[in-house]
């Protein structure tokens, strides 16, 4: 492998660490204030770490060529990034359940 190659597969590893850290951060504070909107945000990271691989995989494990391995990663790329704009602009109206909440809350009863 060619030191650029293992650089690449490198930034494509952190990539999909990352993506995926931030996806399970986000899911887990939607599993515990019920808000949609960080829902959709862990579905938009997690597309965005599975496109990052994605090309990769299919280039050198099913021998797509680059252009349309590449194809595929954008495709992954701009739904995630879609799905996440989307995430931003939801207005979630979910109740406290008697929860006081202040812009630091962490969302525990005080």
Known sequence: MLPSE???????LATLALGTAVAV???????????Q???????????????AIAAGLLHTVVELP???????????????????VHALLLDDDVPDHG???DRYSTGRQN
């Open 6 to 12: 293992s650089l690449l597969a490198a930034t494509k």
């Open 25 to 35: 951060v986000a899911h887990r504070a939607y599993k515990r204030t019920g808000h």
């Open 37 to 51: 909107s960080l829902r959709a945000l862990a579905v938009g990271f997690a597309l965005l770490a599975t496109g």
């Open 99 to 101: 929860l006081e909440r």
């Open 66 to 84: 680059v252009v349309q391995s590449r194809t595929v990663e954008s495709l992954f790329t701009a739904a995630g990034l879609a799905v996440i």
